[in-house]
């Protein structure tokens, strides 16, 4: 374990579950710049040149490695971790994948999918012509819990870990409850970019750098995570927008999502599988309403400019 004033986490502080027993890479004072590398989410199980079948034989054992962790001098139970996000500096690609049994339409699309995303400054292509504007966020960003042992990854806790929020941005501001002493923070999950909701389950995944700044505010912690958002996060384009609509919000949430995979399929003739990935890195699903008892309308918006040019 080593103290410094301006440290970076290498891969080889990855680690697999949550677990406020492990011991922390390294401790950081109040107010440290601190940066990250992270693994793409396959967990070095997929490449560039990877195809559906390798989708089907991914270990989740690997799947959603984060690095760190990182204990915060002075950290106690009852504090608030605030996070300011200063780079996420993704590679040059990423991959998106409906996985057999994963996803909101999981049902739908029992075969693997994978699309391999070329990644620039400003655009991942996910397939040619078809280019998703680049916005980098941190997908798993969180602190350990307090129960003990090993807890997994995937889903997310109070204290932050898998929320996909695609706000946490560099210039958003995230503030975590801290749950045990030094907080121990660990990031990992970086995408290029991805709609609101990541129907197929995944989104454009890619490595990054993450560099951020850790502070704390003393008995200040938050019943659960929240943030500050900057506006490069927003989408402000022309959209198709499909509904769902019933009393339950998940069902309503598959039946918005159909619809538009129906809408791409049939007017832009996109492959269906294409549409569900297409819906998972660019569409957002929306809560419209939730008042008018007994039905709920959930909705999946997708900017109409992105068919624009694409090869389909």
Known sequence: MTTSSSPHLGLHH??????????????AEPGTVLTFAVQEASGAQLHPGSTPEDVAQLDFTRVNPVTGPVSIAGAEPGDALVLDILAVDVQEWGWTASIPGFGLLAD??????????????????????????????????GVAPAEPGDHSIVPPRRVGGNMDIRHVTPGARL???????????????????????EVCGTAIEAGAAVTLRVDLLKGAAPPFPWLETHPVSARR???????????????????????????????????????Y?????????????????????????????LLQGACL
């Open 237 to 275: 384009g022309r959209a198709l927008a499909t509904t769902g609509i019933g009393p339950d919000l998940r069902v309503a949430a598959q039946a918005a999502t159909r619809g538009m995979i129906d809408l791409l399929a049939h007017t832009w003739h996109v492959d269906p599988q294409d549409a």
């Open 108 to 141: 739908d699309f029992p075969k693997p999918h994978l699309r391999i995303s070329r990644i620039t400054d400003r655009y991942a292509e996910l397939w040619p012509g078809l280019r998703v504007p680049l916005c980098p966020f941190i997908g798993t960003i």
């Open 277 to 305: 990935l297409l819906c998972s890195v660019a569409g957002d699903l929306k809560i419209s309403e939730v008042v008018d008892a007994p039905h709920w309308v959930v909705s999946l918006h997708l900017e109409r400019d």
């Open 14 to 27: 990855l680690h697999g579950v949550w677990n406020h027993a492990l011991p922390p890479a390294l401790v």
């Open 175 to 197: 503030v975590l409850p801290v749950a045990v002493p030094g907080a121990l923070l660990s990031v990992g999950d970086t995408h290029a970019a991805q709609g609101d909701g």
